[in-house]
């Protein structure tokens, strides 16, 4: 017996005092198998809710880039923008340039939705005709001596929700076979182990492919479903208009431009077998991948650039849903959470059957969902065929 010293938490615990949720155990046992998202999920972030329905706020800074919207001549003092919300951020004071033609033009009065007061030429001895479909973005304000303060400006978050699903996986044995010696083992206990993998990976497919919805919302016994990541993802590269083709060039700049946009430096990419091998001949030209073992238990590829790091592991179940083999989800994992309904993470109920059937019922029971803190840091590559 050690004496111990100092302040103790449940971190310092081994699974022999401290037992683990099924989920955790499942996540442990086989980091590798069918549930790999749960297996990261379950050592990375997972919060209990107590309402079936939970919301967050999505925040960012406005990128503050505008568009013209039918033209103007080198003197106009009044641009034509289009209607996107960026010009109620240009007000009295601000600065605005024209990517096409360099000009610098500052804004003489608060500015609407869909259109600029401004002076021109700013610094030059005339403005420049300004076309249709323009871009421009506010380079910050200019006031003269002694003036008084400009117009405030705010903006709200916006609200994301989700509902926790309720997953129910169900065995039954029979008390003649449980009282049957068996040369294969005790058939309760394999049927319980393939029980705990099929209720993962339903858990996993549903964070995947599930769609938000709620049915008899306002009766006593609703039904909820969990929207999963490919039908929540906004940011897809859908590579069908493409004639399903992406060069090593066009991947790169998606990832500069688009999945290193947002969020972390290092990101996960689950990818079917397609798409792997993509990456693959990738590696083999420049990229020179290298096998991360034990990363939370799961097996990943570093594919490193200098826009970030792509983790990336082929999906097992990717191999076994239709369609999902020249497909890639990206996930920023800092910006994923698995929540619980409290007290109802994954557990075994035992005893679920009638008082006169001969029989012994089980069933694993999780009412979970996924929840998305941010939505732009998330990518979902599809119809991705060849590489040319």
Same mark, same amino acid.
């Given at each position: 017996?050690a004496?111990i010293?100092?302040?103790?938490?449940?971190?310092?615990?081994?699974? !022999?005092?401290?037992?683990k949720?099924?989920r955790?155990?499942?996540?442990l046992?086989e980091?590798n198998?069918n549930?790999?998202?749960?297996?990261?999920l379950a050592m990375?972030s997972s919060?209990?809710?107590?309402?079936p329905?939970?919301?967050?706020?999505?925040?960012?800074?406005?990128?503050r880039a505008l568009v013209s919207?039918?033209?103007?001549?080198a003197?106009?003092t009044?641009?034509a923008?289009?209607?996107?919300?960026a010009?109620?951020f240009a007000v009295?004071?601000t600065?605005?340039v024209?990517?096409?033609t360099g000009?610098?033009?500052r804004?003489?009065?608060d500015?609407?939705?869909t259109?600029?007061?401004v002076e021109?030429g700013?610094?030059a001895?005339?403005?420049?005709?300004?076309t249709?479909?323009d871009?421009?973005?506010i380079?910050?304000?200019?006031y003269s001596? @002694?003036?008084?303060?400009p117009?405030g400006i705010?903006?709200?978050?916006?609200v994301?929700?989700n509902?926790?699903?309720?997953?129910?996986?169900?065995f039954?044995?029979t008390?003649?076979l449980?009282a049957?010696?068996l040369?294969?083992? !005790?058939k309760?206990d394999?049927?319980a182990?393939?029980?705990l993998?099929l209720?993962?990976? !339903?858990i996993?497919r549903a964070?995947?492919?599930?769609?938000k919805?709620?049915?008899?919302?306002s009766?006593?016994?609703p039904? +909820?479903f969990t929207?999963?990541?490919?039908n929540t993802i906004?940011n897809v590269?859908?590579?069908? @208009?493409?004639?399903?083709?992406?060069?090593?060039?066009?991947f790169?700049?998606?990832?500069?431009?688009?999945v290193? &946009?947002?969020?972390?430096?290092?990101?996960i990419?689950?990818c079917?077998?397609?798409v792997?091998?993509?990456?693959?001949k990738f590696?083999?030209?420049r990229w020179?991948?290298?096998?991360?073992?034990?990363t939370?238990?799961v097996?990943?590829? +570093?594919?490193?650039?200098f &826009?970030g790091?792509l983790m990336?592991h082929?999906?097992p179940q990717?191999?076994?849903?239709? @369609?999902?083999?020249n497909a890639?989800?990206i996930i920023?994992f800092?910006?994923?959470?698995?929540?619980?309904?409290?007290g109802?993470d994954?557990q075994l109920?035992? !005893?679920?059957q009638?008082?006169?059937?001969?029989?012994v019922?089980?069933?694993?029971?999780?009412?979970c969902g996924l929840e998305?803190l941010q939505d732009k840091?998330?990518?979902?590559?599809?119809n991705?065929?060849?590489v040319?």
């Amino acid at each position: 017996m050690a004496g111990i010293q100092g302040l103790r938490g449940t971190g310092q615990f081994t699974s !022999d005092f401290r037992p683990k949720n099924y989920r955790e155990l499942f996540s442990l046992l086989e980091p590798n198998g069918n549930a790999p998202l749960n297996a990261l999920l379950a050592m990375t972030s997972s919060e209990a809710t107590d309402d079936p329905e939970y919301k967050n706020f999505r925040d960012e800074l406005p990128a503050r880039a505008l568009v013209s919207d039918g033209g103007a001549s080198a003197s106009a003092t009044t641009v034509a923008i289009t209607d996107n919300n960026a010009g109620t951020f240009a007000v009295a004071g601000t600065l605005i340039v024209n990517s096409a033609t360099g000009e610098v033009m500052r804004c003489t009065a608060d500015s609407t939705a869909t259109q600029l007061t401004v002076e021109r030429g700013i610094g030059a001895s005339a403005g420049a005709t300004i076309t249709t479909g323009d871009n421009l973005f506010i380079a910050g304000t200019a006031y003269s001596e @002694g003036a008084a303060a400009p117009t405030g400006i705010s903006f709200d978050a916006t609200v994301a929700s989700n509902f926790t699903q309720i997953f129910r996986t169900a065995f039954t044995v029979t008390e003649t076979l449980r009282a049957t010696n068996l040369r294969t083992g !005790d058939k309760e206990d394999e049927m319980a182990t393939k029980a705990l993998k099929l209720h993962m990976q !339903d858990i996993e497919r549903a964070m995947f492919f599930g769609k938000k919805a709620e049915q008899n919302g306002s009766t006593a016994q609703p039904t +909820r479903f969990t929207g999963g990541l490919i039908n929540t993802i906004t940011n897809v590269n859908d590579r069908s @208009g493409s004639s399903n083709v992406m060069t090593e060039d066009q991947f790169d700049r998606a990832l500069i431009e688009d999945v290193f &946009a947002f969020g972390s430096a290092q990101k996960i990419m689950f990818c079917g077998a397609k798409v792997a091998g993509h990456l693959q001949k990738f590696g083999k030209d420049r990229w020179q991948p290298t096998v991360v073992e034990g990363t939370y238990g799961v097996n990943l590829t +570093r594919y490193s650039t200098f &826009a970030g790091d792509l983790m990336v592991h082929l999906h097992p179940q990717f191999r076994q849903v239709p @369609g999902m083999d020249n497909a890639a989800v990206i996930i920023d994992f800092p910006h994923l959470k698995y929540r619980y309904m409290e007290g109802r993470d994954t557990q075994l109920l035992r !005893d679920r059957q009638n008082n006169d059937v001969d029989a012994v019922k089980h069933e694993y029971l999780t009412e979970c969902g996924l929840e998305l803190l941010q939505d732009k840091t998330h990518h979902y590559i599809k119809n991705w065929n060849a590489v040319a």
